[in-house]
């Protein structure tokens, strides 16, 4: 089992910045990539930012792609997302998943969620 726990959520105004962060604790933390999605209220749940077990290989969409940045620290057991220029449209609740396979997370497909931070960005 692992267990996740975001943080770092709040409101901004729109050009700002947050970090984020997902805290595990359970099973071995460097064993697993971690990705971050979001939902926005009445959407679906997209996919922003994922990174391998060793941290040396990103994929981030579209959408997001040289604004928000995803990193690990498995000495600290944590991944962060680092998002900058925000924008209203990223307006959302941020959760990050933990799963063996990187390509099962890009899916969606993940046993392990957090419960989610909210992200505000004001206009």
């Known amino acids: 089992q692992v267990q996740l726990v975001e943080s770092g959520g709040g409101l901004v105004q729109t050009g700002g910045s947050l970090r984020l962060s997902c805290a595990a604790s359970g099973r071995t933390f460097s064993s697993y990539a971690m990705a971050w999605f979001r939902q926005a209220q009445g959407s679906e749940r997209e996919f922003v930012a994922a990174?391998?077990?060793?941290?040396?290989?990103?994929v981030t969409a579209d959408l997001v792609k040289g604004r928000f940045v995803i990193s690990r620290d498995n000495a600290k057991n944590t991944v962060y997302l680092q998002m900058n220029s925000l924008k209203p449209e990223d307006t959302a609740v941020y959760y990050c998943a933990a799963d063996e396979l990187l390509w099962r997370l890009r899916r969606g497909v993940s046993d392990y969620w957090g419960q989610g931070t909210q992200v505000t960005v004001s206009s």
């Open positions: 990174i391998t077990w060793s941290g040396g290989s990103t």
